[in-house]
């Protein structure tokens, strides 16, 4: 069993930066962070294989978030770095034993989500 708790939402201006927590118990082989804006669905945003260290993002994100794992604090963080009002979403910690990368169809655990608004 995996257990994910997100931390770190909250509101910010656009251009700012924010960084969320995930504190992950357990073991898995990729962990990734997903959101799901207002009225659109859930999509990838980031995910780490824990294999090979490699790191995949979504193609609006590269450059800006970056996810990374301590895995001595059994934690994954995604820093977000020059928000957009689009980036406005709950976002989401999910973790699978199923593969080595991210994909919503094979994530065996979630987190139950924190909420990112960017606003002036």
């Known amino acids: 069993q995996v257990q994910l708790v997100e931390s770190g939402g909250g509101l910010v201006q656009p251009g700012w930066s924010l960084r969320l927590s995930c504190s992950a118990s357990g073991y898995y082989h990729a962990i990734g962070w997903f959101r799901q804006a207002p009225e659109k669905g859930l999509e990838g945003v980031a995910c780490?294989?824990?294999?090979?260290?490699?790191?995949y993002y979504q193609t609006s994100v590269e450059g800006r978030f970056t996810i990374a794992r301590d895995n001595a604090k059994n934690k994954v963080y995604l820093q977000m770095n020059s928000l957009k009002p689009g980036d406005t979403a709950v976002y989401y910690c999910?973790?699978?034993?199923?593969?080595?990368?991210?994909?919503?169809?094979?994530?065996?655990?979630w987190g139950s989500g924190t909420l990112v608004t960017v606003s002036s």
């Open positions: 999910a973790a699978t034993r199923r593969s080595k990368e991210c994909g919503i169809p094979t994530m065996d655990y």
């Open positions: 780490f294989s824990v294999s090979d260290g490699d790191t």
